[in-house]
């Protein structure tokens, strides 16, 4: 079982910036982040392997967004550039033990509570 916290999330004006943060109680082989928007279904934001660090983000947040990982604190954080209105969402990390990197939220296992990010124009 892991638990996992997220933290970070606000209120930021459109161009701004910020980090989430996705603290977990164990390891797993690969976490990711997704978000849901008020009356759109989830989606995939971005993905990182624990082990080698590999990555994989959605298109919408290619360039903008970076996913890492600190071994140490077992912790995995998602830097968020250029924010735009439409980013406003819920974020949720998640984990799971799949060694290829998903897109599809049933590839993982467990999930946090969310943290609020809104993003004002």
């Known amino acids: 079982q892991v638990q996992l916290v997220e933290s970070g999330g606000g209120l930021v004006q459109a161009g701004g910036s910020l980090r989430l943060a996705c603290a977990a109680s164990?390891?797993?082989?690969?976490m990711g982040w997704f978000r849901q928007a008020p009356g759109k279904e989830r989606e995939f934001v971005a993905a990182?392997?624990?082990?080698?660090?590999?990555?994989l983000y959605a298109t919408s947040v290619q360039g903008r967004f970076t996913v890492f990982r600190d071994n140490a604190k077992n912790t995995m954080y998602l830097q968020m550039n250029s924010l735009q209105p439409e980013d406003t969402a819920v974020y949720s990390c998640?984990?799971?033990?799949?060694?290829?990197?998903?897109?599809?939220?049933?590839?993982?296992?467990?999930w946090g509570q969310g943290t609020q990010v809104t993003v004002s124009s």
């Open positions: 990182i392997r624990w082990g080698d660090g590999s990555t």
């Open positions: 164990g390891r797993a082989l690969q």
């Open positions: 998640a984990a799971g033990n799949s060694p290829i990197l998903g897109v599809v939220g049933t590839k993982y296992d467990y």
